[in-house]
Each structure stands twice: as C-alpha cells, then as structure tokens.
C-alpha cells in the first residue's frame, strides 16, 4: 500500500520560492517520480520528472525555475520553486510516472500572488 503525501505548499509573493515535498510510504524506488499541477478549471499536467536515477526533465513553463530532485533513502521527491509567477497558482500533485490513479491523494495548494 503506496501512499504519497504532499506538503510545502503556501501562500507567496509573485517573485518568490517555495520548496515542496513529497513523501512516499515506500515502493516506488524504481519509478519514474513527477509532479504535476491542476488550475482551476483545467486539466493536471506533468510539470517535471525525475527517474529512479535522477534524470529530470520539465515542462517549459517550469524549466530554469522549478528542480525536481529525489532523496530515495528519505523517500522523498521534493520540488524546489524558484521566481514564482501568479500563473503558478494550483494545486500540486506528486505521483509516479505514467501515472497510478490510486496514488493521487489531496495535493499542495500553491497561491501567488502579484
């Protein structure tokens, strides 16, 4: 029974960084971790992924801004958020990829603020 809990989520000043975190009951080492995001209204979308070796890739609204990293002895996959835009604002998922629907649990609001 995986579970994957999100924290670090808050409120922020357009401009600034906040770090999130996900931490993972066990069982996933050898996935693909990725942390996704849901506007209201829209559709969650992959923003960034990190292999059970530390490869990472981003989407290009995030690239240069966001670092996804993962610490497998902590289990943990974190999100460092850097230059945060309004256009941040949703809420953050962190699964494995491709995704496993029963692992999505209540995500990270992230709200920034101009």
């Known amino acids: 029974q995986v579970q994957l809990v999100e924290s670090g989520g808050g409120l922020v000043q357009a401009g600034g960084s906040l770090k999130l975190s996900c931490v993972t009951s066990?069982?996933?080492?050898?996935?693909?971790m990725a942390w996704y995001r849901q506007r209201t209204g829209n559709r969650r979308t992959v923003i960034a992924t990190?292999?059970?070796?530390?490869?990472?890739d981003y989407d290009e609204d995030v690239r240069g801004r966001f670092t996804i990293s993962r610490d497998d002895g902590k289990n943990t996959v974190s999100l460092e958020m850097n230059d945060l835009k309004p256009e941040d604002t949703a809420v953050y998922f962190c699964?494995?990829?491709?995704?496993?629907?029963?692992?999505w649990g209540q995500g990270a609001q992230v709200t920034v603020t101009s």
């Open positions: 066990g069982g996933v080492s050898l996935n693909t």
């Open positions: 990190v292999s059970h070796t530390g490869y990472a």
């Open positions: 699964n494995v990829r491709p995704t496993r629907r029963e692992l």
